[in-house]
Nanobody
């Protein structure tokens, strides 16, 4: 059974940092593309960052330079280091996994798949206050 479990969310003041973790099980972790999406209240879910099985990385323009995605295949864990947090980063953050890459980057800008992905975590809340 494919499972993704997020941790590390919470509340932080603007300008602060948080690190999210996502532990995967039930699939070949190192062969999958992994990523983070978020959904703020009354907004559509959006891609934040992704890393494929070859280590290629893509970021949404809104988080570029502030967030860092990484993976540790030996620990079956995906990370999202979030620095210089802003109030607009407040959202539920979801870990996602799929056998195929789900980002398309061109000219320094990345788009994220909006359709079905193989697996999703249950989500974790990040709240950034002023």
């Amino acid at each position: 059974q494919v499972q993704l479990v997020e941790s590390g969310g919470g509340s932080v003041q603007a300008g602060g940092s948080l690190r999210l973790s996502c532990v995967g099980s039930g699939f070949s972790f190192d062969a999958f593309a992994l990523g983070w999406y978020r959904q703020a209240a009354e907004k559509e879910r959006e891609g934040v960052a992704a890393i494929d099985s070859d280590g290629n990385i893509g970021y949404a323009d809104s988080v570029k330079g502030r967030f860092t995605i990484s993976r540790d295949n030996a620990k079956n864990t995906l990370y999202l280091q979030m620095d210089s947090l802003k109030q607009e980063d407040t959202a539920m953050y979801y870990c996602a996994a799929d056998p195929r890459s789900f980002t398309y980057c061109r000219g320094g800008h990345c788009a994220f798949a909006k359709g079905h992905l193989n697996a999703w975590g249950q989500g974790i809340l990040v709240t950034v206050s002023s």
